[in-house]
């Protein structure tokens, strides 16, 4: 249920400021929101301010001022912690408030934010993101979205500065779930990518004419088109919370254990020496 008390958010404030909160914050400001940003990193929050956003100074101090508060932090832990604790969003946020937890977290962690900001009259939603750094820096992110759908219809002039497109999915947990089912299937792919094209190369192949190829059939897919651009970054954290997930659903994912046994050896730098190799390679047994 709602807690709506404005009709629409003036003022946003953006906790973290990572690969993908940074340039949130940087079309937020310049949208002419009035934005509040917090990181323990200074040198991210000049940048910020730099591009025209306040440095509120502490969490506390950020949601006393913020319509809608965006938490992109990196675990469950600090989630729990920069919402919950003493000084946290929550002790500080205005009744009628809208926390977005934007980070890759359980949705039993959202459930855990969501039944203490009941107390203080705050909606919660869970906007897990998609699209990584490239889609942040372009100001294109997809969002998948749980929780009250009058609540996210409410915060979304604070949502279109830095997103593409926004999906509801359900209820509050939705987004991240959403964001797993995502998750397994890129490094699903990623992973059988790289097998594939390995198979290719050693039979006499080069994979960077596999790759044109399949580009123009049935197997073509963002992952393929643009792996070397991939940074790699989160791919144990996002396998371990499916599998985890899954556990709590008691359905098996053997498929995601393989996953995640063969993502442990790829690496960026394995990707670039698929498509280093000699552009003439030649079928074995053929002139």
Same mark, same amino acid.
């Given at each position: 249920?709602?807690?709506?008390?404005?009709?629409?958010?003036?003022s946003v404030?953006?906790?973290?400021?990572?690969?993908?909160?940074?340039p949130?914050?940087?079309?937020?400001?310049?949208?002419?929101?009035?934005?509040?940003?917090?990181?323990?990193?200074?040198?991210?929050?000049?940048?910020?301010v730099?591009?025209?956003?306040?440095d509120?100074?502490?969490t506390?101090a950020?949601?006393?001022v913020?319509?809608?508060?965006?938490?992109?932090?990196?675990s469950?832990? $600090?989630?729990?912690?920069?919402?919950?604790?003493?000084?946290? /969003?929550?002790?500080?946020?205005?009744?009628g408030a809208?926390?977005?937890?934007?980070?890759?977290?359980?949705?039993?962690?959202?459930?855990?934010?969501?039944?203490?900001?009941?107390?203080?009259? /705050? $909606?919660?939603l869970d906007?897990?993101?998609?699209?990584?750094?490239?889609?942040?820096?372009?100001?294109?992110?997809?969002?998948?979205v749980?929780g009250g759908k009058?609540?996210?219809?409410?915060i979304?002039?604070?949502?279109?500065?830095?997103?593409?497109t926004?999906?509801?999915?359900g209820?509050?947990?939705?987004g991240?779930?959403?964001?797993?089912?995502?998750?397994?299937c890129?490094?699903?792919? &990623?992973?059988?990518?790289v097998?594939?094209?390995r198979?290719?190369?050693d039979?006499g192949?080069?994979p960077?004419?596999l790759?044109?190829?399949?580009? $123009?059939?049935?197997?073509?897919?963002?992952t393929?088109?643009e792996m070397? &651009?991939?940074?790699?970054?989160?791919?144990r954290?996002?396998?371990?919370?499916?599998?985890?997930?899954?556990?709590g659903?008691?359905?098996a994912?053997p498929?995601a254990?393989?996953?995640?046994?063969?993502?442990?050896?790829?690496?960026?730098? $394995?990707?670039?020496d &698929?498509?280093?190799?000699?552009?003439?390679?030649?079928?074995p047994?053929?002139?």
């Amino acid at each position: 249920m709602s807690h709506a008390q404005y009709t629409g958010p003036t003022s946003v404030g953006l906790i973290g400021l990572g690969a993908m909160g940074l340039p949130a914050a940087g079309f937020l400001a310049r949208s002419g929101l009035d934005t509040h940003v917090h990181d323990p990193d200074r040198g991210a929050v000049g940048q910020a301010v730099a591009a025209g956003a306040r440095d509120a100074g502490s969490t506390a101090a950020l949601a006393a001022v913020s319509d809608v508060v965006v938490v992109m932090v990196p675990s469950d832990d $600090d989630v729990l912690d920069v919402c919950c604790a003493d000084s946290g /969003v929550l002790a500080a946020a205005r009744p009628g408030a809208a926390v977005l937890i934007c980070s890759s977290v359980t949705p039993e962690t959202c459930r855990e934010v969501a039944a203490e900001a009941a107390a203080h009259r /705050v $909606d919660v939603l869970d906007a897990a993101l998609t699209g990584g750094v490239r889609a942040a820096r372009a100001g294109t992110v997809t969002l998948l979205v749980g929780g009250g759908k009058d609540v996210l219809d409410r915060i979304r002039p604070a949502l279109a500065p830095w997103t593409r497109t926004v999906h509801h999915l359900g209820d509050l947990g939705a987004g991240q779930v959403g964001k797993t089912v995502n998750n397994l299937c890129h490094w699903g792919q &990623l992973s059988a990518i790289v097998e594939a094209l390995r198979l290719g190369r050693d039979l006499g192949v080069a994979p960077a004419k596999l790759r044109a190829a399949l580009l $123009d059939g049935p197997a073509a897919s963002r992952t393929l088109a643009e792996m070397e &651009l991939m940074r790699l970054t989160w791919h144990r954290k996002d396998l371990a919370n499916a599998l985890r997930m899954a556990e709590g659903a008691g359905r098996a994912l053997p498929v995601a254990a393989t996953v995640r046994e063969a993502m442990e050896h790829i690496t960026v730098a $394995d990707i670039a020496d &698929l498509y280093a190799e000699p552009d003439e390679t030649t079928v074995p047994g053929t002139r």
